[in-house]
C-alpha cells in the first residue's frame, strides 16, 4: 500500500450554488450513511449518494475496505462565513441556534467515520495580501463559529494555496492559535519540517490540472481516463 492524503476544500454548500443542481447539504439518512441533499426547482427534496465526495468515498471503501485499513478518510477544509457542511451556522443565520442542532449529529458521524477537519480560513480571505489585524479577525470568527463545533484542528490549508512566508508575522499569529501543518498548493510534491510546524503542497485535482498537469498526475491517475469530455460538452 503506498500511503495517501486526501483533502477537499470549501465543504460548505454555499448558499450561492443552490438551485445549481449540486448538493445543498450533508445529511444523515435513516440508516445513520451519509447521503446529500438538494433542494429542486419545484421545492422537493432530492436525496442521493453518487454526486458528491463524501457519499462516494463511503461507497467506495465499503467495497473496497483494503482501502482503508485503518479507518482513516480525509481530511475536510471547512470555512465559516456561510455556514458549515450545508447548515447555516454563522452569526448572521436567522436559524443558527436550529442549525447548530441539525449539524452537531452529522460532524459527529464524520469524525467517527475517519474523517478531519482543518481550516480554510473562517472568510476564505487572501492569507498573503490582507493584514494582520484581517487574519486576527478571521481566526477569531473561526473559533467561535466553527471550531466551537468541529473541535480544535492543527491544519491551516491557505486559500488559494497563497501562503504566509513562515518567517512572518502572519505566520506566527496563525500559529499561536494552535496550527501545527499548513498546506499550500503545487503540483510538484514538497515538504517541510521543523521542529514546530510541518508545511506541504498539495496537488489539487480540478478541471484545470486534469486538462493541464497529466504528466504531474500521473502518479495518481490517468488523467484522460478520469476527464469526461462528453459531460462537460468539449470536443
Known sequence: ?????????????????????????LILDKNGDFAMLTVQSDGTDLITYDNDCIPLMEKFIEEHPDFSPFGVRGTLALTGYDGLLGYRVNR???????????VKPVIQALKDKGWNFASHSYGHIHTKSVSEGRVDEDTRHWDEEAASLLGDTIVYIY???EYAANDSTKFK?????GFRIFCGVGMRPYVKYSEQFVFMDR???DGYSLRNHVDYLK????AAAVF??????EK
Open 1 to 25: 500500500k503506498k500511503p495517501l492524503i486526501i483533502s477537499y476544500d470549501d465543504i460548505n454548500y454555499y448558499s450561492k450554488n443552490h438551485g445549481k443542481g449540486i448538493g445543498d447539504k
Open 219 to 222: 502518479p495518481l491517475m490517468s
Open 203 to 205: 496537488q489539487n485535482i
Open 228 to 233: 469526461d469530455k462528453a459531460g462537460r460538452h
Open 92 to 102: 448572521d443565520s436567522p436559524n443558527r441556534a436550529e442549525e447548530i442542532e441539525a
Open 159 to 161: 486559500p488559494y494555496g
Open 173 to 177: 499569529r496563525l500559529y499561536d492559535q
